[in-house]
């Protein structure tokens, strides 16, 4: 069985002054308590803020990333009835001007003639504000109100390979949102009972070529928030994971890798989730709508394929008792970067 991982309860830097892992961080915390204080290792450095938002409608996301050599910015939408999707995005290389947080809900923001994007914490509430006057051939405008509940826990973890690459990465699941969505005339409203988003904050130092799946979903079920996240392949062998479950704000953490078995000439087929070891989590993801996105930067290169659809099977959890999931609407994905 896989030991369990050391949790780290005060506040603690990334790096060591030389720019290196500082052994102090590797862990995790339940809250964002890990400063990223990235710094050096030119070209190497991957910085993101991406959001997931699910309404009752339509599932919106917004990105500001940099990765050294360029940022990108993204933006889509899916109609889960029609299945409308859009999505629009820049890059801008070798940019200076978009200034990526140290702290994970520190306030990020980028502005140009194409579009606007403002990610504006305050007072245990995020504010994206989001506005593309061509997206689609109609005005985008998006304010959105995402609550983060004060006792809520979240999932901070540092990924060790070796002490020049790493990586933090803070998921913060099942945050009640408020808000609208407006595409040309249609409007999407967002009422915080049944809508929630996710934070995936991530910062490290990377190899040059990478792989990994992300599993998540935040919905509200049998009258409690239940958040997932399962992580795969960049965590494997390094003694610790991105593997939690939150329930009503609480997190149970789980130490075991998991193995995401799929059909990768046929990405819509369904997936499955398993723990390596046990049969903690045992879970079936039935996608319905998969999204590529593909960067092409010179000698630089990602591609996603992210699923959208519904998870369903049983977790065990600490007490011994069984989450089961029944039909919860997410995402999963296989990335592989060249970056």
Request: net charge positive.
């Amino acid at each position: 069985m896989q030991h369990a991982e050391r949790e780290i309860k005060n506040e603690v830097f990334l790096c060591d002054r030389k720019g290196l892992l500082n052994p102090e961080a590797i862990g995790f915390a339940r809250k964002p308590i890990i400063t990223s204080n990235l710094r050096g290792h030119f070209m190497r450095k991957k910085k993101w803020n991406y959001w997931c938002v699910f309404g009752e409608d339509l599932m919106f996301s917004a990105t500001i990333s940099h990765l050294d050599y360029a940022a990108v910015c993204f933006v889509y939408i899916l109609d889960y009835e029609t299945q409308r999707f859009f999505e629009k995005q820049i890059t801008i290389p070798l940019s200076r001007k978009v200034k990526m947080p140290e702290d994970v809900l520190g306030n990020v923001k980028f502005v140009n003639d194409q579009l606007s994007l403002q990610f504006v914490h305050l007072q245990n509430e995020t504010h994206l504000s989001v506005t593309i006057q061509d997206f689609d051939n109609e005005v985008l405008h998006a304010d959105l109100h995402i609550i983060h509940p004060e006792e809520d826990e979240s999932l901070n973890v540092v990924i060790p390979k070796n002490r020049e690459i790493f990586q933090f990465t803070a998921k913060h699941h099942s945050l009640p949102t408020s808000g609208f969505v407006k595409i040309g005339r249609r409007r999407y409203d967002f009422n915080p009972d049944y809508s929630f988003s996710v934070l995936d904050y991530g910062r490290g130092v990377w190899p040059r070529k990478a792989e990994w799946n992300w599993a998540m979903a935040s919905q509200r079920a049998g009258g409690r928030r239940i958040g997932l996240n399962f992580g795969g392949k960049w965590t494997d062998g390094t003694g610790m994971t991105e593997n939690a479950v939150f329930i009503d704000g609480k997190m149970t953490k789980i130490h075991e890798d998991v193995l995401f078995h799929y059909d990768p000439s046929n990405f819509l087929r369904p997936w499955t989730i398993r723990t390596r070891f046990s049969n903690d989590v045992q879970l079936t993801f039935t996608p319905f709508f998969k999204r590529v996105a593909k960067t092409n930067v010179q000698v630089v290169s990602s591609e996603v394929h992210q699923l959208v659809g519904y998870f369903n099977g049983r977790i065990k959890l600490y007490d011994g008792s069984t989450l089961t999931v029944r039909q919860m609407l997410g995402c999963s994905e296989e990335h592989i970067a060249k970056w």
